[in-house]
């Protein structure tokens, strides 16, 4: 797919700037300093947006923008934002911030069955955007009381901006509901802001939604364990690969590749991490090295393969993501910032991290904990056959 002016969507863009960006203090300033320079457009797109310091602080943010002329458009989650409140719901429209929510087939007091709007994706004047696993709240931001949990984004300035903002405004404007359309930015406006920008950095954007036929991240990921030569690292929150995925990954140690996996050591879903242990055994059995993040919760979805590709984004890498929620990556191709992101995965290997190997496993891993991984196994697969029905409290 392309527009009329020649960039080919879905494919490698090439002239961008890439900076790898960390959650935190350094992930919310450049948010911020985003919005507050934005002339024209934002798009925000998000699976959570709290109601506390930090969801406070960008959606006034947000407000200042549509103060100033430029035209905000967001859309959170249904269900993981549904604690959004209306005064602020209500605030946007009063300000002209274009607002919705990200609502699912059927739902009602007990129960919720659809899509989740999972990805996480930020643009500006479709020439500057932002794309990771971040989502707005507290949790992932450098805090008073405590650290933000561990995750990162990719910022990019050039042409994949340009395709970001047409994902962004198509799945605003097909909406069943909506009555304000968002328009592209014209692509004379988008050549000339990214006119500064060398070519350099190839970057593709991906895409997960079962509704529209796409599974072009699970596609990525399956074919860096089918080309990987020498290494591969995962950065993984919530690790269950299916059964090709898992195959893939046998082939790829065979042929002498070292795969890593960086897991959550301390999980914020306790039922998804005994889950994902109960693989442990599969990954000693075929020489995957795992290795538990403990410095906080990891909340990170990235892998790096061979000093020269890398895939960032909302993607974990289990069946949820695979066939249940809309997700988005971008695939960088470029040896230095592939470099880089390695540098980080092996300096949080060794300083963040503990190795779990067979013996250590063992030695925590009773046969009633080995019960209670593979029950939590299990019940996750059952759960993926509902695939986003859940059962919601009654509220008081």
Partial sequence: MSNKDGIAFGEYSHVNDVKLVRSGAEYFSLLKKLIDEAKDTIHLQVYILENDVTGDEIAHALIQAAARGVK????????????????IRNLFSKTGVHFRRFEPLLANRYFYFGRRLH????????????????????????????????????????ETAIELEQV??????????????????????CNRRISGVEPGVSVRVRRNDWVKIKNEVWKSYFNMFNHADEYI?????????????????????????????????????????????YLYRWMFKNNVAIYEYYQNVLHAKMAVQ???????????????SASASIELNLDVRNRPFAKTVRGLAETIIMNDCKEVTQETYNTFSSAFRWVLHLCAYYIVKFMLFAVTFYYKKERD
């Fill in 72 to 87: 905000v458009y967001v859309i959170i989650d249904g269900y993981a934002s549904k604690k959004w409140p209306e005064e």
């Fill in 119 to 158: 990805h996480k994706v930020f643009v500006a004047d479709a020439c500057k955007a932002l794309v990771g696993g971040i989502n707005i709240g507290d949790r992932y931001n450098d805090m008073p009381e405590q650290k933000a949990w561990f995750d990162v984004a990719l910022y990019v300035d050039g």
């Fill in 168 to 189: 962004c405004v198509q799945l605003w404007n097909n909406w069943y509901g909506s009555q304000t359309k968002a328009e592209l930015t014209p692509f004379e406006t």
């Fill in 233 to 277: 690292i995962i950065v993984c929150s919530y690790f269950m690969p299916g059964w090709k995925y898992r195959q893939a990954m046998s082939k790829a140690v065979k042929r002498g590749v070292k795969i890593r996996v960086v897991l959550a050591g301390r999980s914020d879903v306790m039922l998804s991490k005994y889950a994902e242990r």
């Fill in 306 to 320: 061979d000093d020269k590709w890398v895939t960032i984004g909302s993607y974990n890498v289990n069946e949820i």
